[in-house]
């Protein structure tokens, strides 16, 4: 990429955790990087930070579920930076209960974020891609999608997504535009400490208990997820389309 005119990428749910981490990673590969979450105040830290180490950031507040937010976003991030040819899809939320306490609201809320919001972005974001014949969009699903007792929510989104990441690599690989998945396991987050917080476990004692159960012996860190999105969007990248990586220390599908 010329530093006169870099790639510009969007990283959604990018104001903590993975998709923070995400966001200063690509800005240090030279991106510049619109860091779009639902309040533009709370994207503040994140933007400071790839301000900080001489990249070029900004914020943007926006529902991803809502399709008019959405386009509005996506198109002053092509005014202020550029066309957006690189899309991260992170934003998430979790509302996790047992099927018979599960609420309508709970699956709605879950769906919408992660499914609904995924494709309200590649679709504003696609025509760009096109045009300039290359384009680089990861969804981040989760170790989930293979099952998990009380997230029937969150896994069916998370195993939505990775159709979702097959089909786009089948329609845009043509234009020169690459789709892939990552699956986290167990990464060190505020999301994770409030899961345990949830369950009455200590965060220290949820993390132990975790690493003891992974191939590695640790837990991950939102590190080694943006390190894992920085290949995907790599130019050395352009053949690996349509596929999905369990980043978890240990093989899971």
């Known amino acids: 990429m010329s530093e006169a005119t870099p790639r510009v990428a969007i990283v959604t749910g990018a104001a903590r955790g993975i998709g923070a981490a995400t966001a200063q990673r690509l800005a240090a590969d030279g991106y510049a990087v619109a860091v779009l979450d639902l309040d533009e105040a709370n994207t503040k830290e994140t933007v400071q930070a790839i301000e900080a180490a001489g990249g070029t950031a900004l914020g943007v507040g926006a529902d991803v579920s809502d399709a008019e937010q959405v386009q509005a976003a996506v198109d002053r991030v092509a005014a202020e930076l550029g066309p957006p040819v690189v899309l991260i899809n992170n934003a998430g939320v979790t509302r996790d209960n047992m099927l018979f306490k599960m609420t309508e609201v709970d699956w709605d809320v879950v769906m919408n974020v992660h499914l609904r919001g995924a494709f309200l972005m590649a679709r504003a974001c696609q025509k760009y891609m096109v045009d300039a014949t290359f384009g680089r969009i990861v969804n981040l699903s989760s170790v989930s999608a293979l099952g998990n007792r009380g997230q029937a929510n969150y896994s069916t989104a998370k195993a939505g997504l990775q159709g979702f990441t097959k089909t786009l690599a089948i329609e845009l690989?043509?234009?020169?535009?690459?789709?892939?998945?990552?699956?986290?396991g167990f990464i060190q987050t505020e999301m994770t400490r409030a899961t345990a917080e949830r369950m009455g476990i200590a965060f220290d004692d949820f993390i132990k208990g975790a690493a003891s159960q992974i191939p590695v012996a640790r837990?991950?860190?939102?590190e080694d997820i943006a390190h894992l999105v920085s290949f995907f969007v790599s130019e050395g990248a352009g053949f690996v389309s349509g596929q999905v990586v369990y980043a978890a220390g240990g093989p899971k599908a």
């Open 173 to 184: 690989g043509k234009f020169g535009v690459t789709a892939n998945a990552i699956a986290p």
């Open 219 to 222: 837990v991950g860190q939102p």
